[in-house]
């Protein structure tokens, strides 16, 4: 029963809350992850409560006019099984209004999905090892100005343009930071790598070749150890491929499903893509 439960936007304080809920849940978020989602979209953060007590949260961040991302779909223990995420979920949702969204769902919350409307797209695994670390000179610190032209790059692999989540996020932060890769003809590849509770996750990656992808995430290693992590749709073969040949281990997978029309997928099956969270997409 919800009759007892009121849902409402979360407060900044909250989403950090949120994140080490996210933490106890395996997901392992990053350190400082916070302040660029809240960035995204400070009214797509929603929690139940009951008597005062948080008891769930989800979001629902607004990427543009078009398209909106679900994630961090949390009850806490002793209020599951009440309907109280469900109300939530239906609250948020609303903030969506006609947009497409989009959510990576975990194994056991996939049938409720597409009993909601959300069908299957894809799939995305989680690769995590340690990798031989070696910076390399192609690779370099990613430059203010530059973070319009590596948002675009990010659009053109995952198919949605993402401004101000991305603008936020590959802006430097103490435990975040973004390389670029340069060749004779410009930017070959890029990636943003975070410290998290467990490892560095590298996130997002694109890398027209097996080589500068190789690179960029060896020179992740040597600045900032490791293991590390990557998220990699099953819509970017070769990157997945590249996680096997480094050995690193397959972790869970997350189902990539979307109500209304799915959106294209760019380039991601075109070079070596991973996205930048399962959280804000």
């Known amino acids: 029963m919800t009759q007892n439960a009121e849902f409402r936007t979360a407060t900044r304080d909250e989403l950090e809350t949120i994140l080490e809920w996210a933490a106890e849940e395996g997901w392992n978020p990053g350190v400082e992850d916070a302040a660029a989602f809240w960035r995204a979209d400070p009214e797509g953060f929603f929690v139940a409560s009951v008597n005062g007590d948080l008891a769930a949260s989800i979001s629902v961040v607004n990427h543009t006019e078009d398209f909106a991302f679900l994630g961090l779909y949390i009850a806490r223990p002793e209020f599951r099984g009440q309907g109280i995420g469900y109300g939530l979920w239906q609250h948020a949702l609303k903030h969506a209004g006609a947009r497409v969204v989009g959510l990576d769902g975990v194994p056991d919350q996939q049938a409720n999905y597409a009993a909601s409307g959300f ?38 692999a995952s198919g949605v343009r993402k401004p101000v989540y991305l603008g936020a996020w590959f802006v430097s932060a103490e435990s975040r930071q973004t390389w670029v890769m340069q060749d004779a003809e410009g930017v070959a590849g890029y990636c943003t790598a975070r410290r998290c509770r467990e490892g560095v996750k590298i996130g997002p990656i694109w890398a027209e070749r097996e080589g500068g992808a190789k690179a960029l995430i060896a020179h992740v290693a040597a600045q900032m150890g490791g293991p590390v992590i990557l998220d990699v749709p099953d819509t970017s073969a070769p990157l997945k491929a590249l996680c096997q040949t480094l050995d690193l281990a397959p972790g869970f997978a997350t189902a990539r499903m979307f109500r209304g029309t799915p959106v294209p997928v760019g380039k991601a099956s075109e070079g070596y893509f991973a996205v930048s969270t399962l959280e804000l997409g």
């Not at 069908?119 to 973070?147: H, K, Q, W, Y």
Request: glycine share 2%; no cysteine.
């Open 119 to 156: 069908e299957l797209f894809s799939a995305t695994t989680r690769f995590i090892g340690d990798v031989a670390a070696a910076e390399s000179n192609s690779v370099r610190l990613a430059a203010p100005e530059e973070v319009a032209t590596l948002v675009d790059l990010e659009a053109a």
